[in-house]
């Protein structure tokens, strides 16, 4: 088994698996994210559930955490295995005519959206486990109420701050738009499905993304008046 993971094969089928694993998250995170478009109450009483409850804050929170770590991590060594590689083939053919411009700069979608991260984790989750595992404080309440959907507003009523959101999630379509359909591609995809997870992926990298733009315009403006 170390020795497929090894392989350019094996790797290319891990990074496609922690890529399956990471778009789903973002699914589940995108649905309950959209709850405080519609009510307030129910994103909070979801959020308090999602936040206190240990299957997930002890097992799935870790799995996740190492699933992004491993995923960018896997993709800076395929990047770095792929460039000398395509160096060579690019003297011999055209690569400009042969893949699309995002294939070739996957690494820098990734890199932008890499600090996306670091700039969630500082927004939400660093204050999440100082609030639970420093402060020890699980109530999830403030000022006599819970406070996940006043903390989400606070956090979008800088304009530079949405403005980075909005950015980093036109990064992330445009590298969900190449993802999707190599990761399908790395699983043994068959030629003739090509095209219907192309516009399975189309979708999915456009209408995720801008769900959350969407998000995040909507509390600001909301939040403003």
């Not at 936040?51 to 097992?59: A, R």
């Not at 192309?198 to 995720?208: E, P, T």
Request: aromatic share 16%; hydrophobic share 50%.
């Amino acid at each position: 088994m170390s020795r497929f993971f090894k392989s350019s094969i094996g790797r290319k089928v891990a990074m496609a698996l922690s890529a399956f694993f990471l778009m789903f998250f973002l699914l589940q995170h995108f649905a309950i994210n959209i709850l405080s478009v519609f009510s307030a109450d129910t994103f909070n009483e979801v959020s308090h559930f999602m936040g206190t409850n240990p299957l997930i804050q002890f097992v799935l929170q870790p799995v996740l955490i190492f699933g992004v770590v491993f995923h960018f991590v896997m993709g800076f060594i395929l990047e770095l295995k792929n460039r000398s590689a395509r160096n060579i083939a690019y003297v011999k053919n055209n690569g400009s005519a042969n893949s699309s411009w995002m294939s070739r700069n996957m690494i820098w979608s990734g890199v932008a959206i890499l600090a996306f991260i670091i700039l969630h984790f500082i927004d939400f989750w660093f204050p999440e486990i100082n609030t639970k595992f420093i402060e020890g404080d699980w109530s999830g309440m403030h000022g006599g109420e819970l406070r996940y959907f006043h903390e989400l507003q606070e956090k979008f009523v800088s304009p530079i701050r949405v403005g980075a959101y909005v950015l980093a999630f036109v990064f992330l379509a445009l590298h969900l738009l190449h993802g999707f359909t190599s990761a399908f591609q790395s699983m043994g995809a068959t030629a003739g499905r090509k095209k219907t997870l192309q516009n399975i992926g189309k979708a999915y990298s456009i209408l995720i993304p801008l769900g959350f733009i969407i998000i995040a315009l909507y509390h600001h403006f909301n939040h403003i008046h």
